[in-house]
């Protein structure tokens, strides 16, 4: 009966620290999730960042050549 930063194991819900706020967006989720200052150590050193800077983002691997459902391509069928 896990309910945490990776989900709720029956639903698949991914939610906040209070247990039923719902994310549906990775970072707010990656953010809501940072350890704070409150919290015990987890580990055995520290790293950047640390609250109350953010989270870093990761770069979307696709990079600016991502295109959305429904947006024209600029390649041709020939050239395809």
């Known amino acids: 009966n896990t309910v945490g930063m990776l989900g709720d194991l029956h639903t698949g819900k991914t939610v906040g620290r209070d247990?039923?706020?719902v994310f549906d967006d990775f970072s707010l989720l990656g953010n809501e999730w940072q350890v704070l200052p409150a919290d015990h150590?987890?580990?055995?050193?520290?790293?950047q960042p640390q609250f109350p800077s953010k989270c870093m983002e990761p770069e979307d691997p696709r990079g600016d050549r991502r295109r959305r459902?429904?947006?024209?391509s600029s390649v041709s069928m020939e050239d395809a």
Do not use: I, N, V
């Open 41 to 47: 150590m987890l580990f055995h050193g520290t790293e």
């Open 19 to 21: 247990g039923s706020t």
């Open 69 to 72: 459902l429904g947006e024209q």
